[in-house]
């Protein structure tokens, strides 16, 4: 396996996120959803995941909950969902894929997720 790409986010970005994908009147209920996650020990980089559960839930409240429940069980989970869709499906498993295809995933999920989280609000 390759190294994958890891964002640097801030807190500022997540609020940043949240803003842009839900109305304002539910920023607070947004952010209190996401707050959930991180408060136990184990329960590592917060803001990347807060903006992983965000990117899966794509504006939706619904998707939110589910998100920010499955990255309190693991968080691994929503990051490989969110940051590395493509790899997820066609580098795991059974089926091997060649290097310079590996390479090509990674690249593209990266690309992706850069062109998400930088996108104008």
Do not use: H, N
């Not at 949240?18 to 009147?25: I, L, M, Q, T």
């Not at 947004?30 to 980089?45: F, H």
């Not at 869709?85 to 066609?90: C, H, I, M, Q, T």
């Amino acid at each position: 396996m390759r190294d994958q790409p890891t964002p640097e986010v801030t807190q500022a970005d997540v609020e940043r996120i949240v803003r842009s994908d839900f109305p304002p009147e539910q920023f607070a209920e947004v952010m209190a959803v996401l707050d959930e996650y991180g408060v136990e020990s184990w329960q590592r980089e917060k803001p990347r995941v807060q903006l992983a559960v965000l990117k899966l839930a794509a504006g939706s409240p619904k998707t939110l909950r589910m998100s920010i429940d499955a990255a309190a069980c693991d968080y691994r989970d929503v990051l490989a969902a969110a940051e590395f869709p493509g790899y997820s499906k066609k580098c795991t498993g059974r089926d091997k894929v060649s290097p310079e295809e590996e390479k090509r995933v990674i690249e593209g999920d990266w690309k992706q997720y850069e062109t998400w989280l930088k996108r104008e609000t």
